[in-house]
Structures are given as C-alpha cells and as structure tokens.
C-alpha cells in the first residue's frame, strides 16, 4: 500500500522539543524527495523544508536553524526534529513524497504554556 503516516506530534511548551516522523511504503522512499509541511488554523498550507535523495536539505527561513530534517533510508522514515519551538509553530505537520500527489494524514504540534 502507497502511503505515508507520520507520528510524534503532540503539546509542548515554548522552548521545547519534538521529533516528528513519516514512515512511508508502497514506494521508492529512497530513491524520492521528502517535503515537510504545516498548516496553522486558518492560515495556508507551507512548506517547512525538504531533504533529496542525496540528503541535501532546504528550509523555510522561519524554521531555519531550529528544525532539522533527516532521513533513514533502512526504515523508509523521514524526520523532523524541532527545537527552540515558539507558540507560531502551532500547526497541523504533513510530510510529502515531494512533487507528487500523496501526502501523510498529518500530526498536530500544540506549542503552549
């Protein structure tokens, strides 16, 4: 089966942590680009950033040098650590095989005192 399912979201408080993933099947996970994306309440769906097969990655300048993405090709896993996490990163965290059409469920990521 095609799928992506991430998992790792939950609360957190402002300044904490969290390591979100997305385990993928049914596919060439390691021959694929991987994208993480967010969608706060009400707001537009946006990139977070994206790893290549070669493991190069890029981010949005509102997450750089706080998220960090990495990939496991053993585990057809893709990660997104997060730190430093402030209230604005609440959101919804979906990952993408990149340029297609299939996207995970999504995670919730709540960051709140």
């Known amino acids: 089966q095609v799928q992506l399912v991430e998992s790792g979201g939950g609360l957190v408080q402002p300044g904490g942590s969290l390591r979100l993933s997305c385990a993928a099947s049914g596919f060439a996970f390691r021959l694929s680009a991987m994208g993480w994306y967010r969608q706060a309440p009400g707001k537009q769906r946006e990139l977070v950033g994206s790893?290549?097969?070669?493991?190069?990655?890029n981010y949005a300048d509102s997450v750089k040098g706080r998220f960090t993405i990495s990939r496991d090709n053993a585990k057809n896993t893709v990660y997104l650590q997060m730190n430093s996490l402030k209230p604005e990163d609440t959101a919804v965290y979906y990952c993408r095989r990149w340029g297609t059409a299939l996207w995970g469920q999504g995670t919730q990521v709540t960051v709140s005192s």
């Open positions: 790893i290549t097969s070669g493991e190069s990655t």
